[in-house]
């Protein structure tokens, strides 16, 4: 039993880069949500945040940046080199984000938690779960993920892996091992398999009906799925004129990071955007509407869909990020209370990684506060 009555906790551990955000993420689409225990931890140390201040009393004023937050990387060098001072930081960061951790649980409508953390089984947290679920790579696998994907060098890599436990260790602790080392589609079937396994049965969600007033014809909206992967490959490809030609394969490989919303009338699919939610951060980063349809009241649909969803995963902000050739549609988006900002502007440090991490070249950002009352907002 876990420690929340009526929900189902997943705890989700694994070593560093061996894919266990892409498999939260698979466990969101079957109808889990998604707790990134890692991220808390980065918000707890944040400049006003709880943790904040004993890491200045604990380590020093040198691990300041010019801005006056903790340089993560400085500190991270010390800690990944030094096992006493690792100690030191977790038991500061912990507490705060097992409590951030109960507040997120205890406010989600879901049945099926899934928190991720890579310290689940050293920090306590394991003792709160239903089952335990570690993720693994090969010691290759994990340095090529880290030298390409995150650009350190061989050296910063092999100290991040050798500062963990061995993946042995987790594994002998599992319900459940995700052997993370072929294709999407060979960690999806895993993940699947162990889901309708082990997890109790969760509704899927139904379409919703919604108007388009210049439209005749009925109007629906719905998540996609991953196993719709290839119709949604010949949507993209089709909406962007055949300037993007994914395959099925690499769609399948885009539900690792995001989700889609369908506008479909009569059946046909003549809406799509795709956005994530990482961090408590909604990014929009795709929209494609068939010239068809009047554009404001077919972004308004799916933004609201957008915003809907995001908010019962407790979001704080949606940021939408439009591409030039809809510039010219902004208008029908700040309509819907978004604004433009800066990423500079939006003055919280997660809210500014989110934007610097999705923002893709040559968008423009737009940005819509959701909730007031954040988790380990600064003091």
Same mark, same amino acid.
């Given at each position: 039993?876990?420690? /929340?009555?009526?929900?189902?906790?997943?705890?989700?551990?694994?070593?560093?880069?061996?894919?266990?955000?892409?498999?939260?993420?698979? +466990?969101?689409?079957?109808?889990?949500?998604?707790?990134?225990?890692?991220?808390?931890?980065?918000?707890?140390?944040?400049?006003?945040?709880?943790?904040?201040?004993?890491? +200045?009393?604990?380590?020093?004023? /040198?691990?300041?940046?010019?801005?006056?937050?903790?340089?993560? $990387?400085? +500190?991270?060098?010390? @800690?990944?080199?030094?096992?006493?001072?690792? $100690?030191?930081?977790?038991?500061?960061?912990?507490?705060?984000? %097992?409590?951030?951790?109960?507040?997120?649980? &205890?406010?989600?409508?879901?049945? !099926?938690? @899934?928190?991720?953390?890579?310290? +689940?089984?050293?920090?306590?947290?394991?003792?709160?779960?239903?089952?335990?679920?570690?993720?693994? $790579? *090969?010691?290759?696998?994990?340095?090529?993920?880290?030298?390409?994907?995150?650009?350190?060098?061989?050296?910063?890599?092999?100290?991040?892996?050798? #500062?963990?436990?061995?993946?042995?260790?987790?594994? #002998?602790?599992?319900?459940?091992?995700?052997?993370?080392?072929?294709?999407?589609?060979?960690? /999806?079937?895993?993940?699947?398999?162990?889901?309708?396994?082990?997890? *109790?049965?969760?509704?899927?969600?139904?379409?919703?009906?919604?108007?388009?007033?210049? !439209?005749?014809?009925?109007?629906?909206?719905?998540?996609?799925? *991953? %196993?719709? #992967?290839?119709?949604?490959?010949?949507?993209?490809?089709?909406?962007?004129?055949?300037?993007?030609? *994914?395959?099925?394969?690499?769609?399948?490989?885009?539900?690792?990071?995001? #989700?889609?919303?369908?506008? &479909?009338?009569?059946?046909?699919?003549?809406?799509?955007?795709?956005?994530?939610?990482?961090?408590?951060?909604? %990014?929009?980063?795709?929209?494609?509407?068939?010239?068809?349809?009047?554009?404001?009241?077919?972004?308004?649909?799916?933004?609201?869909?957008?915003?809907? @969803?995001?908010?019962?995963?407790?979001?704080?902000?949606?940021?939408?990020?439009?591409?030039?050739?809809?510039?010219?549609?902004?208008?029908?988006?700040?309509?819907?209370?978004?604004?433009?900002?800066?990423?500079?502007?939006?003055?919280?440090?997660?809210?500014?990684?989110?934007?610097?991490?999705?923002?893709?070249?040559?968008?423009?950002?737009?940005?819509?506060?959701? %909730?007031?009352?954040?988790?380990?907002?600064? !003091?």
């Amino acid at each position: 039993m876990s420690a /929340w009555p009526g929900k189902y906790i997943i705890g989700l551990t694994g070593n560093i880069a061996t894919g266990k955000s892409v498999v939260r993420k698979m +466990l969101e689409h079957l109808g889990g949500y998604g707790i990134d225990a890692d991220s808390l931890a980065n918000r707890a140390i944040a400049k006003g945040s709880p943790g904040y201040q004993p890491i +200045l009393e604990t380590f020093g004023r /040198w691990v300041l940046g010019a801005d006056g937050q903790i340089d993560r $990387a400085k +500190l991270g060098r010390l @800690v990944f080199s030094d096992p006493e001072a690792l $100690a030191r930081l977790e038991a500061i960061i912990h507490p705060h984000v %097992r409590e951030a951790i109960g507040i997120l649980v &205890r406010r989600s409508t879901h049945k !099926v938690v @899934v928190i991720e953390a890579i310290k +689940l089984l050293e920090s306590g947290l394991a003792e709160l779960c239903d089952s335990i679920w570690v993720t693994y $790579a *090969p010691t290759q696998q994990q340095l090529a993920r880290l030298t390409e994907k995150r650009k350190m060098s061989e050296a910063q890599a092999r100290q991040r892996i050798t #500062a963990q436990s061995s993946q042995e260790k987790k594994i #002998a602790r599992a319900d459940v091992v995700i052997r993370n080392a072929g294709s999407y589609e060979d960690t /999806w079937s895993q993940v699947m398999a162990a889901w309708y396994r082990q997890v *109790p049965a969760v509704e899927e969600e139904e379409e919703i009906a919604e108007t388009i007033e210049t !439209v005749e014809g009925e109007v629906t909206i719905r998540r996609a799925r *991953p %196993r719709e #992967a290839k119709e949604l490959a010949e949507i993209i490809s089709r909406f962007s004129q055949g300037k993007r030609r *994914p395959t099925r394969e690499d769609v399948m490989a885009a539900f690792g990071e995001k #989700a889609f919303l369908l506008l &479909r009338i009569d059946g046909k699919a003549l809406g799509m955007v795709g956005w994530k939610v990482e961090n408590l951060v909604a %990014r929009t980063d795709e929209i494609f509407i068939d010239s068809s349809l009047f554009f404001p009241d077919a972004i308004q649909i799916l933004i609201n869909e957008v915003e809907r @969803v995001s908010r019962e995963l407790q979001c704080e902000i949606s940021l939408l990020f439009l591409p030039q050739e809809l510039v010219s549609q902004e208008a029908a988006i700040t309509s819907l209370g978004y604004q433009r900002r800066s990423i500079e502007s939006l003055g919280v440090r997660a809210w500014e990684e989110a934007a610097l991490e999705s923002m893709p070249a040559g968008t423009l950002m737009l940005f819509k506060q959701l %909730r007031k009352d954040r988790v380990l907002r600064p !003091v």
